[in-house]
């Protein structure tokens, strides 16, 4: 599987827009790109999803390169709430391994009010 | 319901004990996983079950058994843990339409401490 690197930790203020990075240069053609996130105490949630293009959804937008070698994922407006790890995940679209996710490390993101 | 339970919350044994950890989903999906969380660190899978049969298990050591007794149940039996094997288990299911993203649904885990 693919690799993905993300910054260990970021911080944002509340109500600011946070961008997280994701580096996947190995990335292959039929790869989608995933994010999830852990809320303290909590199981990993599914934030949002994306092949080639630009998505959105009412938790956040997903940016996408061109080359597809690295995405953002974007929280319009941060809030408290939000502080979590966030998980870029790499998953083969057409040999998905029976729907296996492979976690890397991760960024922690912590909002300050 | 798009919620997946686990019991106990937390659990402390001993490396003699048998225990069993327990999940249940009530999505109609028909995958389910098992996955392991050290402290500090990203979730690890174990296992996953597809209608109800182990399709992946990822090297685990025999002292986890996993059992899916139905399409809403996972168990996942415990016997002569080591103190390594402390973690927060994550249980998850998913829909399995092939082609399709399938966005898996967490529990809140089951907090194993073996003493």
């Known amino acids: 599987d693919a690799k993905t690197t993300q910054p260990n930790s970021m911080e944002s203020n509340e109500e600011e827009p946070v961008h997280l990075p994701c580096n996947h240069s190995?990335?292959?053609?039929?790869?989608?790109i995933h994010w999830y996130r852990q809320l303290p105490s909590q199981g990993p949630e599914y934030v949002i999803h994306g092949l080639t293009s630009n998505v959105n959804n009412r938790m956040a937008s997903l940016a996408i390169a061109e080359d597809r070698k690295s995405s953002t994922l974007i929280l319009h407006r941060a809030t408290l709430r939000d502080a979590a790890v966030y998980y870029c995940i790499l998953r083969d679209g057409v040999n998905n391994q029976g729907g296996k996710l492979i976690f890397g490390q991760g960024t922690e993101l912590s909002v300050k009010p | 319901d798009t919620e997946v339970t686990q019991t106990p919350k937390h659990l402390v044994m001993g490396m003699t004990n048998k225990k069993s950890l327990k999940c249940e989903q009530h999505m109609g999906h028909r995958a389910m996983y098992w996955y392991k969380q050290k402290a500090k660190k990203p979730p690890e899978l174990m296992f996953v079950y597809s209608y109800e049969k182990l399709s992946i298990n990822e090297s685990v050591p025999s002292r986890f058994s996993p059992e899916c007794p139905n399409s809403s149940l996972l168990n996942l039996h415990l016997h002569a843990l080591q103190p390594e094997d402390s973690a927060l288990y994550l249980c998850?299911?998913?829909?399995?339409?092939?082609?399709?993203?399938?966005?898996?649904?967490f529990g809140p885990g089951t907090r194993l401490t073996v003493l």
């Open positions: 190995t990335i292959s053609g039929t790869d989608y």
């Open positions: 998850a299911s998913s829909q399995h339409r092939l082609g399709g993203y399938n966005e898996q649904f």
